[in-house]
């Protein structure tokens, strides 16, 4: 990834942001003609000399939004990627990313983990500095308890602000048919996002990019996989059911107006979400995600 291309990504999204929402003194959203019952501060003298007639405007205001960040950490989130890295490990670098530029643009971050056992709101204050070290020390649990990201998803659904921005991370396989609908719910009150993290596929020979042949175990077992099942037949059909949850998520989070971003390390997960907000519009990169569009 190029610099001024990470460049331009954070500094499309730097600072206080259009809201689209009445009220300020920045760029124009309306003007109209003055009527009756109108205040008449909101008339603008220059634009109504113009006219020849009394106009009225109203002007958009610049806001600091408000981000859920919620992070799945039952012990599923344990599952080792492709790249080496644990599943949490990967979800909580793209959760960095999301509050490196939340805090550029002055926004409130919400930090959130769920799983079996309970879910807690971590209190958060300060800089990106003290973020990265609030969410390690988060982390640094027994990850005994199962996952539960229904229970997380029914958090994010009850957030009030509808102008706050929801960011869901998991990974690849806690998301199934039951969720969609919870899902929609968010995606109609709140702009979405959801963090997808791969994990290996555990039939293949080298599950783990450059570390040749290993042993996978199951996480609660501590069974290996057997041998036999380590098949090109096994690996194929892994792949290609995968495939298809991840299209299935895809369209489904399309149909709500919502964004997905996949990958299955921390460098990818960085490329690929520099990638999103590049691809931005500069007046609209991060409003489109934080509500701004709402």
């Not at 807690?120 to 640094?140: S, Y």
Request: neutral net charge.
């Amino acid at each position: 990834m190029t610099l001024p291309t990470v460049r331009r990504a954070l500094g499309v999204v730097e600072g206080e942001h259009a809201s689209r929402r009445p009220g300020g003194a920045d760029d124009l959203l309306d003007i109209r003609q003055y009527e009756s019952g109108d205040e008449s501060r909101a008339i603008d003298w220059k634009i109504s000399a113009r006219s020849g007639r009394p106009m009225v405007v109203q002007r958009e205001r610049l806001v600091s939004s408000h981000v859920y960040l919620l992070m799945d950490v039952g012990r599923e989130m344990t599952e080792v990627c492709p790249s080496g890295e644990r599943a949490f490990e990967v979800a909580a670098n793209a959760l960095c990313m999301f509050a490196a530029l939340s805090l550029r643009r002055s926004d409130d971050i919400s930090l959130v983990f769920g799983d079996a056992a309970s879910i807690t709101r971590v209190p958060f204050h300060g800089g990106f500095a003290q973020f990265e070290k609030t969410i390690d020390e988060a982390l640094g649990r027994p990850w005994a308890a199962p996952r539960n990201i229904g229970a997380l998803l029914d958090y994010a659904a009850h957030v009030r602000d509808r102008d706050a921005l929801v960011v869901v991370a998991t990974d690849e396989h806690a998301l199934g048919p039951d969720h969609l609908k919870t899902i929609r719910r968010i995606a109609r009150t709140h702009p979405l996002v959801v963090i997808d993290v791969t994990t290996i596929n555990p039939f293949m020979p080298e599950p783990i990019r450059g570390a040749g042949p290993v042993h996978v175990a199951d996480a609660r077992t501590g069974r290996r996989v057997p041998a036999f099942l380590r098949t090109q037949a096994d690996i194929a059909e892994v792949d290609t059911h995968r495939a298809y949850l991840a299209k299935a998520l895809d369209a489904e989070l399309a149909r709500v107006d919502a964004r997905a971003i996949r990958s299955d390390s921390s460098e990818a997960m960085f490329r690929a979400f520099v990638r999103l907000i590049a691809s931005a519009r500069p007046a609209a990169t991060i409003s489109s995600l934080s509500g701004g569009s709402r």
